[in-house]
């Protein structure tokens, strides 16, 4: 496909090789948006890794006339396009937006969606312009710690640190608890990329609730090198365990690992489909940012059903 770049710029797929630089990229376009990085490496590398994303089409790198990365983008349902903040304004956000609805169109791809920050306004309005409509709803949450120590556990629930061991267990128990919400179940190298096999996993700060000998609720946490704040990745209680506190007691838990090691506060995401914003704020945290998750339907391109088609008739 031809995509329409300002004059002296150029776009090649990326590949593993390229993790840093676009770590780079995106922690510049964070730091001028949210005033700190967020997003580490192996957040990148799991992106690239994503099953079903072929790098060499699904993926394209944009440099300047200089030879410097100026933004990317990638398309697998989801979507991402990050443009460096000093190169916003050219017309480099719409090119890439352009590729991502015709990339996905081209493979029969029926809605994409992409996750917008409720204050990048510039980049909201692009999105309403090219037909993406508003999902679902993202917040950050965040407390300052120390937080309210932990809580007894409920009648028959016992609670550890993650061990060596647990990974295949709260794999299970994490995605068991997603699966009313999310689209499709992530197989445990997927899971892990972006949870127990990242180098900044916090085992430490990663409780575990269990009723008996059966493992019912998980937090996986992270905790970033030079950040003063830790970071719950998943939390996920087992179906029949909801309601009695465990993630409430979970989450205490974590809190107060992370301010034993000095931390002055912790964060994390969740979105409006899960249901679960009352529980971290009971908790004592309160809403940092929004964000938006926003939806294209896509026409598949001549001669192709709808992936999703595909899919249910493929199994």
Known sequence: MRTKLPEGYRMRPATPADVAQIQRLVAASERALYGAVETDRDTIAADLARPRLDPATDTTLVYDPAGDLAAWAWVDRRSVVDVHPGHRGRGLGAALLDWVGARAAEVGTDRVVQTVEESDEAAVALLRSRGYEPMVSSWLLGIELPAAPPAEPPAGITVRTFAAGDERDAHRVSEDAFDEWQERRRDYDEW???????????????????????????????DEPG???????????????RGRGVARLLLATAFDRFHRLGRRGVTLWTHSDTGAL??????????????????????????????????????
């Open 192 to 222: 892990s990329r972006t949870t127990v096999a990242r180098a900044s996993f916090a085992p430490g700060c990663s409780p575990l609730a269990f009723a008996g000998d059966d493992l019912v609720g998980v937090v996986i946490s992270t």
């Open 278 to 315: 009352d529980v971290y704020l009971k908790v004592g945290m309160s809403v940092r940012r929004t964000a938006t998750v926003f939806a294209n339907y896509l026409e598949p391109a001549a001669g192709l059903e709808p992936a999703a088609d595909r899919e249910r008739a493929t199994g």
């Open 227 to 241: 950040r003063d704040e830790g970071y719950v990745e998943r939390v996920a209680v087992r179906a029949d365990q």
